[in-house]
Nanobody
Framework: QVQLVESGGGLVQAGDSLRLSCIAS????????MGWFRQAPGKERDFVAR????????DYADAVKGRFTISKDNARNTLYLQMNSLKPEDTDVYYC???????????????WGQGTQVTVSS
């Protein structure tokens, strides 16, 4: 079993930066592929970014490419999402996810955190 706890959300202004963190406990973190998704009320959960267990592969949603950076610190069992040039449309609850599989982002994610709210004001 894997437990995920997100932190770092908050209220910022458009153009600001924010870094989300996700601490994992349980099964071997270094073997896990990790990612971030986001969801607005009443909408589906959308893929944001993910990183392979060793950090060699990264995927990003088109909406965040060039602005968001995902990274993974296996020594600290921590996943990060650096978000720069934030826009009001980035406002969502952000969820950390983990999976021992890779594959398509649709349906990806066996383990999930509780989410952290990010609000970007215009």
């Amino acid at each position: 079993q894997v437990q995920l706890v997100e932190s770092g959300g908050g209220l910022v202004q458009a153009g600001d930066s924010l870094r989300l963190s996700c601490i994992a406990s349980g099964r071997a973190f270094s073997q896990l592929n990790m990612g971030w998704f986001r969801q607005a009320p009443g909408k589906e959960r959308d893929f944001v970014a993910r990183i392979s267990w060793g950090g060699g592969s990264r995927d990003y949603a088109d909406a965040v490419k060039g602005r968001f950076t995902i990274s993974k610190d296996n020594a600290r069992n921590t996943l990060y999402l650096q978000m720069n040039s934030l826009k009001p449309e980035d406002t969502d609850v952000y969820y950390c996810a983990a999976d021992f599989r890779w594959g398509a982002t649709s349906g990806w994610g066996t383990y999930w955190g509780q989410g952290t709210q990010v609000t970007v004001s215009s």
